[in-house]
């Protein structure tokens, strides 16, 4: 239980036998084999094919890939870590999510599929019209992707890796980058969608083995509850008291720790904003993020949809035992590191002097595990990771592609905005390696708090602005962006603020203003919601309303019309026709080129041996890796009928009455499930 020398040295080489290079090798072969399969089995030379997987996937792989889209490195790292710090109640964040995540199944996914977009700000676009609204969405979706999602998942990914091989961070990261950059620019949403079902079974199956060696270290579950309180630090005693004062609060667990519903105004979580606050950040990020909906987007019909979310949900009840229970055990076997107090002594330990709780997960894998199921866990770790970070490389591709790059570009072609989108992942490989030091730099304090209060001061305005233009006919575009405009500013007012004095610890208290900082993020949410929401249907109400005729299919209660509707964005139509326009011209050009050159052009082959060169078999084998170039011309043109017969199959939202009502009756079920075991440990 007691180690004396820091944990970056004394475990340097754990993963170093065969066994776990074994596991690991055999891993990333499974995981790159699976790619290579999926890459067969799906059009990866069309828009639909290669960002929606040609709305051909089956309920089983879309609620694993919700999952595992979800379950990133940060969630090992930082459920486990919180859990070691604060006991049970930050597994309320995952089974809040098993209710909302109903809620995109039954009401938000059938408006979007039946408005024919494939991203959320294309949505956006079509219910209200103008440009400012998508553009400002999609502007702010990849800032959040960028520097909250993909720099918490490679910082917690980083603090296991150097912890469980001693490799450099640098080294760490790029390497794991490289590797899923490669399955997502070259497989699409199909590769990752299966690649996902693969890891979420490698996570759930390597995180059950790592819970049952815990708990049977502990004596068992009733050995987490008898020996947590007593999980404290030898060493409480600071060598420079004046600097700091430390009391026991700081040190003691808390006495709720055991209490999912805590005090509504002292607690370090309160249960009217971890029930009421947390939904409104859930909404924004089950039900109107990028990410997560593109999957569902994917599915084969309605059904399949709502049972990948049932899926999903069962899997959500999981992390409270397999991250946080085991945090607090953590913590119960190595109070000195994962409990550590002292700033010089945390330091020591794990290179941070406001405590060493994100280690706990970590800490146990490479104390715990036997030869050949380490190497297992540092797969599973990789597989957190490397799924969630494909999953936001492949979404904010697909949000640059088609809602910036595609405004900039009107007459570009399906061929260029593929390329487009498959660079634009690159580039974002290189701003995520520039961005490790930052990351460094500010991996203080809780993990999952410091991602969950970014997302109380960004994310309820978008919320707001998708609920009310999913179920309100009335709102329209000028409420919608002020609405957006006046939440951003509010948010940013209480943001600001808080990252400029600091968060504060037990040890460090923070300096900004109770006025401004003392309410709670969760609460704050609330009220950031509130306000976004009065603006909203105030400008509204103030100025004209969006008739009917251009709200078919695009709001829950027109759902089901029949009624043409005349689109707000009138223009694209003229766009499609600019861009048919150019891409005939490129044609036209590339076939005179072709005759000139006798060369390859845009896939184009000319007759004679001259074309079968060493550069031409590199740019078809190019090509076919990519899904771009010989065989995929013929994707990319489709007739006039053959779009509109493909346009309808995709916004088709019919379901059998018995498979709907199968799903229904399981949504009860797991609703049902859900309460008691919030109302058991509550």
């Known amino acids: 239980m007691e180690q004396e020398s820091p944990i970056f040295t004394a475990e340097k080489a754990t993963i170093s036998n065969p066994a776990d290079i074994s596991v690991i090798c055999l891993y990333f072969l499974a995981v790159i084999g699976v790619g290579l399969w999926s890459m067969r089995r799906t059009n990866r030379g069309t828009v639909g094919g290669y960002f929606l997987a040609g709305r051909n996937m089956v309920w089983w792989p879309i609620g694993a890939s919700l999952f595992a889209s979800n379950i990133g490195s940060g969630h090992f790292v930082g459920l486990a870590g919180t859990g070691a710090a604060n006991g049970l109640a930050v597994a309320g964040f995952e089974w809040n999510a098993l209710f909302i995540v109903l809620l995109l199944g039954w009401l938000f996914v059938p408006v979007y599929l039946t408005a024919g977009v494939i991203t959320m700000p294309q949505y956006l676009k079509k219910r209200f019209g103008g440009q400012r609204i998508r553009l400002y969405l999609s502007v702010l979706s990849l800032f959040m992707y960028i520097f909250t999602k993909i720099s ?53 199956s390597g995180a059950f083995v790592l819970m049952g060696f815990a708990f049977n270290k502990v004596g068992g579950y009733q050995g987490v509850f008898d020996k947590y309180m007593q999980a404290l630090p030898r060493r409480t005693l600071s060598p420079s008291p004046a600097l700091y004062n430390i009391s026991a609060a700081c040190y003691l667990p808390r006495e709720d720790s055991f209490h999912m519903m805590r005090d509504a105004v002292m607690s370090d979580l309160p249960w009217p904003a971890l029930i009421f606050g947390l939904s409104i950040n859930s909404i924004w990020y089950w039900c109107s993020d990028q990410v997560i909906v593109q999957r569902c987007l994917a599915g084969k019909n309605l059904t399949h949809v709502k049972a990948g979310c049932i899926l999903c949900g069962y899997l959500k009840l999981l992390p ?8 607090m055990i953590s ?65 904010s591709g697909t949000l640059f592609t088609m809602d910036i790059y595609n405004r900039l ?90 990252f400029a004095y600091g968060t504060g610890s037990c040890l460090f208290p923070g300096a900004c203003p109770r006025l401004i900082c003392g309410v709670h993020y969760l609460y704050f949410a609330i009220i950031l919601f509130s ?55 490129r044609r036209e050009q590339a076939e005179v080129a072709a005759t000139k050159s006798g060369r390859l052009q845009l896939g184009l082959e000319t007759d004679g041996p001259k074309a079968v060169s060493s ?24 007739t006039p ?3 509109a017969e493909e346009l309808q199959r995709l916004t088709d939202i019919t379901e059998h009455p018995r498979w709907r009502r199968v799903v229904n009756i399981n949504a009860v079920i797991m609703m049902g499930l859900a309460t008691f075991l919030w109302g058991y440990y509550a």
């Open 641 to 643: 009928e053959e779009k």
């Open 409 to 498: 570009r009107p007459q570009a072609s399906d061929q260029e905005l593929l390329i487009v989108g498959r660079v634009w992942i690159l580039l974002l490989v290189g701003v995520s390696i520039a961005w490790i030091p930052v990351v460094q730099a500010a991996q203080g304090g809780q993990l999952f708090d410091y991602i969950q209060s970014v997302s109380s001061y960004l994310a309820p305005p978008i919320a707001a602005i998708f609920l009310l233009g999913v179920f309100v006919k009335r709102v329209n575009e000028q409420g919608a962006f002020w609405g957006l405009v006046g939440g951003l500013a509010i948010g940013m007012a209480r943001m600001i603020p808080e």
């Open 331 to 395: 913590r119960i076997l190595y109070p000195d590191e994962v409990a550590c107090i002292v700033p010089e002594e945390c330091k020591r330990i794990c290179g941070t002097i406001v405590g060493c709780s994100n280690i706990a997960y970590p800490k146990l894998v490479v104390s715990l595990m036997p030869n050949g199921l380490r190497g297992l866990m540092l797969a599973v770790m990789l597989a957190a990771l490397m799924s969630s970070l494909a999953s936001i490389f492949n979404s």
């Open 531 to 585: 306000a976004t929401a009065v603006i909203v249907m105030g400008v509204s109400l103030c100025t004209s309303p969006i008739p009917d005729k251009h709200l078919h299919r695009l709001v829950f209660s027109l759902r089901h019309s029949e009624e043409e509707r005349i689109d707000l964005d009138t223009d694209e139509e003229e766009e499609a026709k600019q861009r048919e326009a150019a891409r005939q011209q």
């Open 320 to 327: 409270m035992f397999l991250m946080v229970m085991p945090g």
């Open 152 to 204: 918490v998942d490679m910082f917690s990914g980083a603090v296991f890796i150097q912890q469980a091989l001693g490799w450099n961070i640098y080294v760490a990261v790029i390497a794991l980058l490289v590797i899923t950059t490669i399955y997502t620019v070259t497989g699409g949403l199909a590769a990752l969608m299966y690649t996902d079902t693969v890891q979420t079974f490698v996570m759930v």
């Open 615 to 638: 550069f031409g078999k590199l740019r078809r084998c190019l090509g076919w890796f990519c899904g771009i170039g010989t065989g995929s011309q013929e994707a990319l043109e489709l």
